[in-house]
T-cell receptor, first 109, second 109 residues
């Protein structure tokens, strides 16, 4: 089993749609969690950290379920500019982060 | 401006040559990381360093070497022993979340 698993997609959605990505992790001792965004041929950029209580940043909402060991990212009112690959990232407190393979989102006009 | 710089952006080499990729950060981070990304694939950890003069192998260290003589700098050498060196190389730093440089695309022919 992979340490961090994501559905690779692609998710093809129309502008204005709401889309949700899930991610599962295997190490129950993991301490912190993040979502990164990576545009084609660019470096990953931190989108948001994920807190136990859930957190929101504009159109983006992240949730953590420690009991079931999954993380989610919800994007509301999708924009064309949201098209990218979204990486789920877990910190198992070993000194290195574990990156998922990424979920590709394509927002269509 | 605070950030991570990598140079060069594109690098072309002939087989059998060693090549060194530069990574510099002025974020005052102790920890620095090198990743490799192949087309359509996730990030794979090559080496990481949590403190000056110390570094650890990641998941795919064979054919690579690093040094960490200064806090700001973590150069990666791709040696001729690396069987498939053509890839996108990303450097990152950070205490918990990681911040990435723009990457170096290495092509070896």
């Amino acid at each position: 089993r992979k340490e961090v698993e994501q559905d690779p997609g692609p998710f093809n959605v129309p502008e204005g749609a709401t889309v949700a990505f899930n991610c599962t992790y295997s190490n129950s001792a993991s301490q912190s969690f993040f979502w990164y965004r990576q545009d084609c041929r660019k470096e990953p950029k931190l989108l948001m950290s994920v807190y136990s209580s859930g957190n929101e940043d504009g159109r983006f909402t992240a949730q953590l379920n420690r009991a079931s060991q999954y993380i989610s990212l919800l994007i509301r009112d999708s924009k064309l500019s949201d098209s990218a690959t979204y990486l789920c990232v877990v910190n198992p407190a070993t000194g290195k982060l574990i990156f998922g393979q990424g979920t590709t989102l394509q927002v269509k006009p | 401006d605070g950030g991570i710089t990598q140079s060069p952006k594109y690098l072309f080499r002939k087989e059998g040559q060693n090549v060194t990729l530069s990574c510099e950060q002025n974020l005052n981070h102790d920890a620095m990381y090198w990743y490799r990304q192949d087309p359509g694939q996730g990030l794979r950890l090559i080496y990481y360093s949590q403190i000056v003069n110390d570094f650890q192998k990641g998941d795919i260290a064979e054919g690579y070497s690093v040094s960490r003589e200064k806090k700001e700098s973590f150069p990666l050498t791709v040696t001729s022993a690396q069987k498939n060196p053509t890839a996108f190389y990303l450097c990152a730093s950070g205490p918990y979340e990681q911040y990435f440089g723009p990457g170096t695309r290495l092509t070896v022919t």
